[in-house]
């Protein structure tokens, strides 16, 4: 009864996407798809719609291989978006549907109830080509989910929304997931998965790296992290009293404090009160899946989307080479 | 949500049960195609465009009539006798210039002009200085004989007329010359002949002209037909090419083909297309029938009734109109599956335009033979041509406006194309299943190997 991801291999030329790649999605779940542009997840979705031939693998769902399922067992958020820009919007998301197998009736009523759901009733007949942006994958998302599919494929489906329809959207996956449908994304902002995720799978380089429920994923990884704001230093000075623990965020009105595995919160406590530092707030939560993902990886999942460090000679080459 | 959608846990897929197959999703692609096609402005412009050129085409052979009619041909004649030949001049004078009811007697369409010598009047002719000198002999019967020298001066019309004239001089001559018992009327020999072929040589009799005037019905009719194959076609396939790369450029493919299969979006398309290009095939042929018809009658009202003008329509039967769809079908399904799998490789609306010569040179190369044999051409390479699929929709089309084409050479041809169309087709499948999802690829040879392979 699950969405099984069965050690995947994919190679284009002399490029490996795939590696060895496996995880499971329980159904009804909402679940995050981690990695760094190029990490193999549009691929892997590919594979899974039955688009790509996986060199060797399988993806099966409920135990049918998944190119063996109907296509609209599948409902596909591509990453690059596109309509038919000449196109009303109504007639595509009554088209798409139609390929799925919805009469055209039932998809005009449901589509008019999901424009309405995002509160965009008006742009039922405009031409694609008249949307803005955000506007554009409100559409998308809704033929993607015209024909109710029993599993979403969405790929990044975060990327390039404002804020309010980051909101919009992230409600539509919460409701689709109560009403048992299971929803799978990808994408590089880490705190969007923290938000939404029960499970999640990071991967790097088409390999995975590592997966499982998020409070799993964040107990293995053995770190700890504590939250502390004290009066007068915030610089926590005694803190070098404590083996294995460093502050890796400073801040005048809360720390955030590392703890290597064997080093408790009690010690980082009993350090502060020794030292009469007065302690205002005192928290122990798990690493960042963000923190999570450094250690894995060995860098942030979005760094390309990030400067490359100055050179030494603090010129900046346009040709630096990589400065890993 | 708030439509009416209970959320059954295990509620079967709303869409057909096989994700392959599914003629269904052909037609959607294909009601799609159509109808984005038939509302573009460019279908508008260009039937407009295209009809307006068949209408005008059509109207050839009525404006041919109307230019002969205000043509005065010069005839000289030529006779044993100067009484015979004043008394033939002023018989076919008034019988040929006041033909018809409604003739226009201010200009009369023949000036003939009475000469001593065969060998002078035959020179004229190859000077083109007349339009034709007609020889009469009096035979040893007592009948005449009448021989109409010419090089191509005289138009089909005009030389029957000619007849007409003979046949009344002969009469005339017969009843004036002798009492009518003596001896029975004999009918005057007539003969048009080249002199620069041979004198007094040639079978190009009055029947002769007849066919050649249907022959000229036939070859309108054909180049209207290849014309209209070749534009459509090759016009057509670049529509199906490019909507494959505006589907990729924009970005829809991932979402098309994450719905549909390859097989359904190809066939789809091919067939969306193809019917917008039969709609604007009829909207293109129809008034220009229409016109074709209504030329003989109208020409009949304005130029009086003429027998030999009825015509127009000879060239068009319903065989050759049933073969015309047969090959505008077949040979559009093939070039449009070649444009199809082509377009799959490319990821920019820019590199249509590369490949959208070399793809037209096999119809460029089929066009090419398809105008020799509208001009009677009957070589062994347009014979083979018109076998080989990618130019038997304009070839052959071309050899059967024209005639003489044997049963097994049709059955060859079109079972030839109807072999190749599926094969072709697949490859193109093929081809799009793999091209879809290729972006930035340079569209090359390698590449295409590349997606045939898999």
Redesign the interface.
């Known amino acids: 009864m699950t969405l099984v991801v069965d050690h995947l291999y994919k190679r284009f030329g002399h490029v490996v996407a795939l590696d060895d790649l496996a995880f499971e999605v329980a159904p009804g779940q909402v679940f995050g798809f981690l990695g760094a542009n190029g990490a193999g997840k549009t691929t892997t979705m590919r594979i899974t719609l039955g688009v790509l031939e996986p060199d060797a693998g399988q993806v099966t769902w409920r135990g049918i291989e998944s190119h063996r399922l109907p296509r609209s067992t599948w409902g596909y958020l591509p990453e690059e978006r596109g309509l038919y820009p000449r196109m009303r919007v109504m007639d595509q998301l009554v088209f798409f549907a139609g390929l799925h197998g919805v009469p055209a009736s039932r998809a005009r009523r449901e589509a008019t109830a999901w424009l309405r759901r995002f509160r965009a009733d008006d742009l039922a007949d405009r031409k694609a080509e008249q949307l803005s942006k955000g506007n554009q994958q409100k559409i998308q998302f809704i033929a993607a989910v015209l024909h109710d599919p029993q599993v979403l494929l969405m790929d990044e489906p975060f990327t390039g929304l404002d804020p309010v329809n980051v909101m919009l959207l992230r409600e539509a996956f919460l409701e689709l997931r109560d009403r048992g449908r299971t929803v799978v994304f990808s994408t590089h902002q880490m705190e969007v998965a923290e938000a939404l995720c029960e499970s999640v799978a990071i991967v790097d380089r088409g390999r995975m790296v590592v997966g499982g429920t998020l409070r799993d994923v964040r107990r293995a990884s053995g770190r700890r992290l504590v939250r502390i704001s004290v009066a007068a230093d915030h610089r926590l000075p005694w803190l070098s009293a404590v083996a294995g623990a460093r502050i890796i965020q400073a801040g005048v009105e809360r720390s955030s404090v590392e703890l290597d595995p064997g080093t408790e919160p009690e010690d980082v406590l009993a350090a502060a009160v020794n030292a009469g530092a007065r302690v205002l707030h005192f928290e122990v939560a798990d690493p960042t899946l963000e923190q999570i993902f450094i250690d894995h990886v060995g860098r942030t999942p979005d760094e390309d989307m990030r400067l490359a460090p100055a050179g030494v000679d603090g010129g900046v080459e346009p040709q630096a080479e990589d400065a890993a | 949500?708030?439509?009416p959608?209970p959320?059954?846990?295990d509620?079967p897929?709303?869409?057909?049960?096989?994700?392959s197959g599914g003629v269904?999703?052909a037609v959607?692609?294909a009601r799609?195609e159509y109808i984005?096609r038939v509302r573009s402005r460019a279908f508008l412009f260009s039937t407009v465009l295209l009809a307006g050129l068949a209408i005008v085409v059509s109207l050839i052979p009525l404006g041919v009539r109307l230019v002969d009619r205000a043509t005065v041909t010069r005839v000289v004649v030529v006779a044993p006798d100067p009484a015979l030949a004043q008394r033939a001049i002023s018989t076919m004078d008034t019988f040929l210039n006041t033909n018809g009811a409604t003739a226009d007697k201010g200009t009369p369409t023949f000036t003939f002009e009475r000469l001593d010598d065969a060998g002078a009047a035959r020179a004229l002719v190859r000077d083109g200085a007349v339009a034709g000198a007609m020889l009469i002999d009096r035979g040893s019967d007592g009948g005449l004989d009448f021989t109409v020298l010419s090089v191509g001066g005289l138009s089909p019309d005009r030389a029957q007329l000619l007849q007409v004239g003979a046949f009344a001089v002969g009469i005339l001559d017969w009843t004036a010359s002798q009492p009518p018992s003596t001896s029975p009327f004999v009918i005057p020999g007539f003969e048009v002949s080249d002199p620069n072929i041979a004198v007094g040589g040639g079978d190009a009799t009055g029947g002769g002209t007849i066919d050649a005037a249907e022959y000229a019905s036939r070859r309108i009719v054909g180049i209207v037909f290849v014309v209209l194959s070749f534009l459509t076609l090759v016009f057509y396939g670049l529509w199906v090419a490019s909507g494959v790369v505006a589907?990729k450029a924009?970005?829809?493919?991932?979402?098309?083909?994450?719905?549909?299969?390859a097989p359904q979006l190809v066939v789809g398309k091919i067939v969306g297309i193809g019917l917008a290009g039969l709609t604007q095939v009829s909207l293109v042929l129809l008034p220009a029938l229409a016109a074709l018809f209504a030329s003989g009658a109208i020409g009949d009202q304005v130029l009086g009734p003429d027998a030999n003008a009825g015509t127009s329509l000879a060239g068009l039967s319903p065989g050759l109109l049933a073969a015309f769809l047969v090959y505008f079908v077949l040979g559009f399904a093939l070039y449009a599956a070649l444009y199809a799998g082509a377009g799959s490789l490319l990821s920019r609306a820019e590199d249509l335009q590369i490949v959208a010569l070399p793809l037209s040179i096999p119809a460029i190369m089929g066009y090419f033979p398809a105008v020799l044999a509208l001009s009677g051409g009957a070589s062994g390479f347009i014979r083979v041509a018109s076998y080989v699929p990618l130019w038997s929709p304009f070839v052959m089309l071309a050899r059967l406006s024209i005639g003489r084409v044997e049963p097994w050479e049709v059955a060859l041809s079109l079972g030839l194309l109807a072999v190749t169309v599926p094969l072709v087709t697949l490859l193109a499948i093929r081809v799009y299943r793999a091209g879809v999802?290729l972006y930035g690829q340079p569209p090359t040879i390698r590449t295409f190997l590349r997606a045939v392979r898999g």
């Open positions: 949500m708030s439509a959608t959320a059954p846990v509620r897929p709303v869409g057909r049960t096989a994700g269904g999703n959607l692609v799609r984005e589907e924009g970005r829809v493919m991932e979402l098309l083909i994450s719905a549909a299969t999802l």
